[in-house]
C-alpha cells in the first residue's frame, strides 16, 4: 500500500477519501533498560539495539495503519504523520502513525 506524508502522489488522482487512520506501538521502559544493560555497540552517544527497538515499534505502527486503511477499502495513505512520545511517568514509548485513507486511480 502506497504511504506518503505527503497531502497528493504525484501523478496520481485521488478518487476518494476514507477517513483517518492510525496505529500505534508501545514499548515498556524495562525492554529498554534490559538493551541497555548489555549494550556494547554504544559509540558517540548512539545504541544501534536502541534504534532498531525504535524502528521495530516504528514498524508496527505502521503496518497497524495500513491494515486499518486496507479494512476501510483504502489503496493508499497520504498525509502520514509519525509521533514519538513517552507516557506512564516517561515508563513507557508509544510510536503513533497516522495518515488519511485513500482511493486513487
Not at 506524508?5 to 477517513?19: F, N, S
Not at 525504535?54 to 489503496?75: D, F, H, Q, T, V
Amino acid at each position: 500500500m502506497l504511504t506518503v506524508t505527503t497531502p497528493a502522489l504525484e501523478g496520481k488522482r485521488i478518487l476518494k477519501y476514507h477517513g483517518l487512520v492510525s496505529g500505534e506501538a508501545i514499548l515498556g521502559a524495562n525492554i529498554f533498560q534490559d538493551l541497555f544493560a548489555g549494550i556494547r555497540d554504544v559509540v558517540g552517544g548512539r545504541s544501534a539495539a536502541y534504534e532498531q527497538e525504535l524502528r521495530k515499534a516504528k514498524e508496527i505502527a505502521l503496518e497497524e495503519m495500513r491494515m486499518s486503511a486496507a479494512a476501510l477499502g483504502a489503496n493508499a495513505i497520504v498525509g502520514v504523520d509519525l509521533d514519538y512520545e513517552t507516557i506512564g511517568r516517561g515508563t513507557m514509548l508509544m510510536v503513533s502513525a497516522s495518515g488519511t485513507a485513500v482511493t486513487v486511480e
